[in-house]
C-alpha cells in the first residue's frame, strides 16, 4: 500500500485548520478518522507531514562477503553440518539461517554415506529374488 499524496495530506489538514470535524474530514476525503488524527499529531508532535519511510524489514544477518566466504566452505569440504559450517563462518546466526542462505546461493545438501556400501545384498529394502513373496511360517 502507497503512503497518502502531500497534496491530500495538505488539503486535509486545510480542512482542519477551517475547523471541521476529524470524523467529517476522513469522511469527505475517503480516509480513516485515525490517520487524520495521527496526520495532526505529527505535525504537531514533529513539525512535518512527510510519510515515514518504508521499512524493508530485517536486515540481513549474512552479508555478501559471508555469502562468498560460505560457498568457499562448501568446496571446501562439501559434507560439512551446518552447525560446522556456521562455526567455520564465525557469525552467530541460527543454522536455519545458514540453511537458507545456502539454498539462495542454489547449493543443495550433500549426505556423505556412514557406512561403505554392502557388497554382499542391496540395501534398499526391496526383497531380493524373481519378485516374488514368499511365507515362511
Partial sequence: MEAYSMDLRRRVLV???????????????DVSSS????????RREWGTIEPLPRNSGRKPLLT????????????????????????RLGVSVDVSTICRALQALGLTLKKSPC?????????????????TSSSLG
Fill in 15 to 29: 480542512a482542519c485548520d477551517a475547523g471541521e470535524r476529524t470524523k467529517d474530514v476522513a469522511a469527505r476525503f
Fill in 35 to 42: 490517520w487524520v488524527r495521527r496526520l495532526k499529531q505529527r
Fill in 64 to 87: 555478501p562477503a559471508h555469502r562468498v566466504r560460505l560457498r568457499a566452505l562448501v568446496d571446501e569440504q562439501p559434507d560439512a553440518t551446518l552447525a560446522e559450517l556456521r562455526e
Fill in 115 to 131: 557406512t561403505p556400501a554392502s557388497r554382499i545384498e542391496p540395501t534398499s529394502g526391496r526383497p531380493a529374488g524373481d519378485g
